[in-house]
């Protein structure tokens, strides 16, 4: 069971990134996703999750109507669009699944993590 992710980098205040999750040895449609990030200093926090039963999402009020989760059955990958992002947005970010459908529980698996820096 693996969880890659990539994406991350550099980008200015208000601009957009795109990252994503590959996982491999097993399905990602069977099990509820997340994005988590953890800021310097700072505890992780949890950014966004995706049910597989529905299809729901919740977002984390700081990251609501910019961020958007997805994923791809036919990839076996989750993504997390980042628009309009923010310098207090920097952060590592890691994806993470939970192995059952709904979103709330704890996350077994983990990816390695992305930093994503936003700086002019």
């Known amino acids: 069971v693996q969880l890659q992710a990539s994406g991350g980098g550099l980008v200015q205040p208000g601009g957009s990134l795109r990252l994503s999750c590959a996982a491999s040895?097993?399905?990602?449609?069977?099990?509820?996703i997340g994005w988590f990030r953890q800021a310097p200093g700072k505890q992780r926090e949890g950014v966004s999750c995706?049910?597989?039963?529905?299809?729901?999402?919740i977002y984390a009020v700081s990251v609501k109507g910019r961020f958007t989760i997805s994923r791809d059955s036919t990839k076996n990958t989750m993504y997390l669009q980042m628009n309009s992002l923010k310098p207090e947005d920097t952060a590592i970010y890691y994806c993470?699944?939970?192995?059952?459908?709904?979103?709330?529980?704890?996350?077994?698996?983990w990816g390695q993590g992305t930093q994503v820096t936003v700086s002019s």
């Open positions: 995706m049910s597989s039963s529905d299809g729901s999402t």
């Open positions: 993470a699944i939970h192995l059952e459908r709904q979103c709330l529980g704890p996350y077994e698996f």
């Open positions: 040895g097993f399905t990602l449609d069977y099990y509820a």
